[in-house]
């Protein structure tokens, strides 16, 4: 069983920074990807960032400069920095990671709105 659950969502306002963090749970292969993604109301889901088991990483062109992934693999957990926050941040973010071998799993999301 493989599990995924996260924290540190929240209300916040704009320029203020929030930290998100992503506890996997469960045998989940070494080679794979975790990352981030958010859906705000009436768009479509984003990713926002992601980073490789090996340390490479990607984000939307949005939060460049902004946001910052990382990932601590001895305790299997992703994280997701957010400074500068912006009111076009608000929404659902999930976490998700993909394995190599295929398997893929979502965390239950987490709210996060930014206020003007």
């Known amino acids: 069983q493989v599990q995924l659950v996260e924290s540190g969502g929240g209300l916040v306002q704009a320029g203020g920074s929030l930290r998100l963090s992503c506890v996997a749970s469960?045998?989940?292969?070494?080679?794979?990807?975790m990352g981030w993604y958010r859906q705000a109301p009436g768009k479509l889901r984003e990713l926002v960032a992601s980073i490789t088991s090996g340390g490479w990483r990607n984000y939307l062109d949005s939060v460049k400069g902004r946001f910052t992934i990382s990932r601590d693999n001895t305790k299997n957990t992703v994280y997701l920095q957010m400074n500068s926050l912006k009111p076009e941040d608000t929404g659902v973010y999930y976490c998700?990671?993909?394995?190599?071998?295929?398997?893929?799993?979502w965390g239950q999301g987490t709210q996060v709105t930014v206020s003007s």
């Open positions: 469960g045998r989940i292969f070494s080679g794979n990807v």
């Open positions: 998700n990671v993909r394995s190599v071998t295929g398997g893929e799993y």
